[in-house]
Every structure is written in structure tokens, then in C-alpha cells.
């Protein structure tokens, strides 16, 4: 049943970060974590079992990954875009300073 969950957060590698859920991916990276030492402690050794976890772990740490660099990304391409459009107005404001020093000094009274 478990290895269902590994299978789908598999096939997941191939949706876009922005469609996938972090605390989603948050649980499943500390489910694998939580219960492959939990079958590593138990008396008998599930191996099984800790490899099923062990990977959805895996799994969740590379989706994980995947959306924190998507979200600093889109946070770095709003800055940037910010930055350019505060140029662009500058960049206006200064053409029309050179074009009409005089309106533009009546503009900067008002």
C-alpha cells in the first residue's frame, strides 16, 4: 500500500512545483523519516518496511526541494521585475526633464 504513495509522489516529479502542496510534502518527508527509524528499532527488524519509508522520504526531500526552489525563484522574478519598471518610470521622468525642463518644474511645485 505504501509503495503506492512512493509510485505517485514519483509520478509527481513530472507536474510543475507550483501545482504541488509543501505541507503535503512536508508530511510525507517526515513520515518516511519518522517510520524508517521506527522499523530499524523495532525487535524484529522491518526492512521492508523501513525501505518503503526510506524512500517516501526521498521522495518528499526532492519535492520539497523542488517547490522551496520554485517559490524563491518567483520571489527573486518579482524583485527583479519591480526593479525594472522602477527604472523604466525614471527613465521617462528623465526624458521629459530634457524635453520640457519647464513643465516638468511646474509638476515637481504641484
Not at 507550483?18 to 503535503?24: A, C, G, I, M, N
Not at 518528499?60 to 522551496?68: E, S
Not at 526593479?83 to 525642463?101: L, S, W, Y
Request: with cysteine; charged share 20%.
Amino acid at each position: 500500500m505504501k509503495w503506492a504513495l512512493v509510485l505517485a509522489g514519483v509520478s509527481d516529479f513530472y507536474r510543475p512545483p507550483e501545482k504541488l502542496s509543501l505541507v503535503q510534502n512536508l508530511a510525507l518527508t517526515a513520515t518516511g523519516a519518522i517510520w524508517t527509524r521506527w522499523c530499524l528499532i523495532i525487535k524484529p527488524r522491518n526492512i521492508l518496511l523501513a525501505a518503503v519509508n526510506f524512500f517516501l522520504g526521498c521522495v518528499g526531500i526532492i519535492q520539497v526541494t523542488r517547490i522551496l526552489r520554485w517559490q524563491q525563484q518567483v520571489k527573486k522574478d518579482s524583485i527583479s521585475e519591480v526593479a525594472q519598471q522602477d527604472t523604466e518610470d525614471a527613465a521617462r521622468t528623465a526624458e521629459g526633464i530634457v524635453k520640457n525642463p519647464e513643465a516638468a518644474a511646474k509638476n515637481a511645485l504641484q
